[in-house]
């Protein structure tokens, strides 16, 4: 290793040591947030409306290959023709293109660094399943071959938007693997290269050597076909380890190449940290990557599962952590609204997509989407994705009004007023089997119930234990919590067992010592026998049990129960989804009527944001009359 690439070794691990003492006190400052439109396609006339809207800022993403259905991503030609080749023209028209639509844009970027078919087909000889970056993201990030050429592909991308266009792009994004996301779907198939990354990842970690589990392993496990035994399954444990954090090392690597070339004032972030994926889809090493200085921010869709009216919504990646750790995000909204393309060629055709039925579905679902970016100090992008997604004169009145509001609290950092906390644990999760049939995912019943008994709710990591200030949390969540090694035990002993706090877990809490699994440490750990059926509570030295076997159990009904049991404040009496902070409360919901809406402390002035109504004053509670759907952002001025 070079001196140069030691010493930005070194400063990187310094920056990194600064920042998470940083993070243990107050929230370090974040940097600018944008409001910007998005398609992969060259909506001109949509940039041109979103322009008079007052929306300014733009993403696109020059791309080489094709999507999931196996269409272009976008409609100019490949524009990286070889090594160190590249067809420029076609490249810079379409950064001219959005240029001419909007003189004002300032543009976010996203670098796509999957693989074309010429490389594909170049590496195809003596670099079987390295090639497809798209599929096989490990494999790819495994082959040196591979990450020679991507690397040179990025310098000289970043080269050309630089000295180009580089006053007018604000910020880049790294994108890779499956659907650009750094999402891996190599599910076990391992190259030649990933075969040899394997041998050094066991020779650097001192572990036996052994062979790459076969897939027929990595979809099976010991215990009920649900749990991985360390005892037993090592080496599958292991090797999902590895195939995360090869993942993480290529996305770190890729943001230290591109931190040197672009300009200090220019923000860099990627897709990634979706806690609702499986350990075999490369995620689970996110907390490294967010918290490396290289990132300024992170991005996902909405939540799939919570799209619906009087669903809860939500961010893929836990909001807790990235708000910890100082970093920026990107609400992507890309919900089908009732005016969304389907018909993406003559040939292709989206099909079984759930849209929004009607106008005020649209309105009602926007609303919900926008207020929760401003009430968590998010960046966003509408996600015009195929095109009229942004198109009716409402719509882009609804654009218009959110993007007055989010102006005016883009540079707030009002704490969230959540008292209800759910805990992602990514390394328990290396344990489960996410091909067994029945319930595998225990986080999502939980967390997607959670959002819509009328309280806020914060999502943290299990690395955040100790880290953040979980003191005016009244009930935490610890759905996926298998893995409780004594450091483990001691940090959750010392900030969530503790307090007077109602603890919800599910299925086998603290089964694993990180040795072998072991049932008898469920009860040690929560007070119930595994396997008991149906709704258990019990007051343990300091806290309150509350233990599901099946996470399913935990409906919305059960759910606010026990909230209401450990005193948690809800804003409204029935079960629909909440977001709020100290100054700003939004309540969605699909069936209307008059509701009464209780605050926390009594307010000089209540307005709905999106009427510009005021509907109350020197007011602690207060009646509105919501449409069916509807979404209404309040404003609580002292």
């Known amino acids: 290793m070079n001196i140069r690439f030691s ?9 990194s040591a600064l920042l998470c003492a940083a993070t243990a006190g107050n929230m370090p400052e974040q940097k600018e947030r944008f409001f910007a439109y998005r398609s992969f396609w060259p909506e001109f006339g949509a940039m041109k409306s979103f322009s008079e809207n007052g929306v300014n800022t733009i993403t696109i993403m020059p791309s080489n290959t094709t999507n999931s259905l196996g269409e272009p991503y976008c409609k100019y030609p490949v524009f990286w023709r070889g090594e160190g080749k590249y067809d420029w023209k076609s490249f810079d028209r379409q950064f001219d293109g959005v240029i001419s639509a909007n003189p004002n844009a300032r543009i976010v970027c996203i670098v796509d660094l999957n693989s074309p078919p010429w490389l594909m087909r170049k590496m195809s000889f003596g670099h079987t399943f390295d090639s497809d970056s798209f599929s096989m ?29 580089g006053g007018k792009i604000a910020a880049y994004m790294l994108a890779c693997g499956h659907t650009d996301e750094w999402l891996d779907y190599t599910l076990g198939i391992a190259s030649p290269c990933k075969i040899s990354a394997w041998r050094e990842w066991l020779k650097r970690n001192k572990k036996p050597q052994c062979n790459i589990p076969p897939y027929s392993m990595l979809c099976n496990a010991s215990f009920e076909n649900t749990l991985r035994d360390p005892s037993k399954e090592s080496a599958s444990i292991d090797f999902i380890r590895f195939s995360n954090e090869i993942v993480a090392d290529a996305m770190i690597r890729f943001a230290e190449i591109a931190r040197e070339k672009i300009s200090k004032d220019k923000q860099l972030g990627a897709f990634f940290g979706y806690v609702h994926r499986f350990a075999l889809d490369g995620h689970s090493d996110y907390e490294r990557v967010f918290a490396n200085p290289a990132y300024d921010f992170f991005v996902s869709p909405g939540t799939y599962g919570t799209r619906a009216m009087g669903e809860g919504s939500g961010f893929m990646a836990p909001n807790g952590t990235r708000t910890r750790l100082g970093k920026g995000w990107f609400h992507e909204i890309d919900h089908r609204t009732h005016t969304f393309n389907h018909q993406l060629s003559e040939y292709v055709r989206i099909v079984n997509v759930a849209n929004w039925k009607n106008q005020k579905e649209d309105d009602a679902g926007l609303k919900r989407e926008f207020s929760l970016a401003t009430i968590n100090h998010s960046s966003l992008w509408c996600f015009d994705m195929w095109g009229n997604v942004f198109s009716t004169p409402e719509t882009l009145s609804t654009v218009r009004r959110a993007r007055q509001i989010w102006g005016k609290y883009k540079n707030d950092n009002s704490p ?8 992602a644990d990514m390394e328990s999760g290396l344990l489960v089997n996410q091909n067994v049939k029945g319930p595998t995912n225990h986080l999502k019943p939980v967390w997607y119930n959670f959002i819509k008994t009328g309280a806020p709710v914060e999502i943290f990591s299990f690395g955040d234990i100790g880290k953040a200030d979980l003191s005016k949390y ?10 409780v090694t004594p450091e483990r035990r001691t940090l959750l002993k010392k900030f969530v067992l503790c307090g007077n706090k109602t603890v919800i877990t599910t299925y086998a809490p603290a089964i694993c010592d990180g040795k072998n699994l072991d049932v008898s440490r469920v009860k040690e750990f929560c007070g119930f026998e595994y396997g008991t059926k149906g709704v258990n509570k019990k007051q343990m030295d300091g806290w309150k049990s509350v233990y599901f076997h099946n996470a399913y159990d935990a409906t919305t009904e059960e759910l606010r129960k026990i909230a ?8 409204v009496d029935e079960n629909v989804p909440v977001f709020a902070n100290e100054k700003l409360l939004c309540v969605h919901v699909k069936d209307g009527g008059k509701k009464t809406v209780r605050l926390k402390k009594k307010h000089a002035k209540i307005t709905e944001l999106f009427s510009g109504k005021t509907v109350a004053e020197n007011a602690d509670s207060f009646e509105y009359d919501f449409d069916s759907p509807d979404t209404a952002l309040f404003e609580l001025s002292e």
């Open 564 to 571: 209401e049991e450990a005193g948690v404040h809800f804003y």
């Open 137 to 165: 993201l490990s494999n790819s990030v495994s082959c040196r071959f591979w990450k020679k050429a991507t690397e040179r592909f990025l310098i000289d991308y970043l080269e050309h938007t630089e000295k180009k266009y």
């Open 474 to 483: 009244k009930v935490i969540a610890i759905p996926q919590t298998f893995l």
């Open 7 to 15: 010493c930005k070794y070194l400063f990187f691990a310094l920056a």
């Open 416 to 423: 969230t007023a959540a008292e209800i906390a759910i805990f």
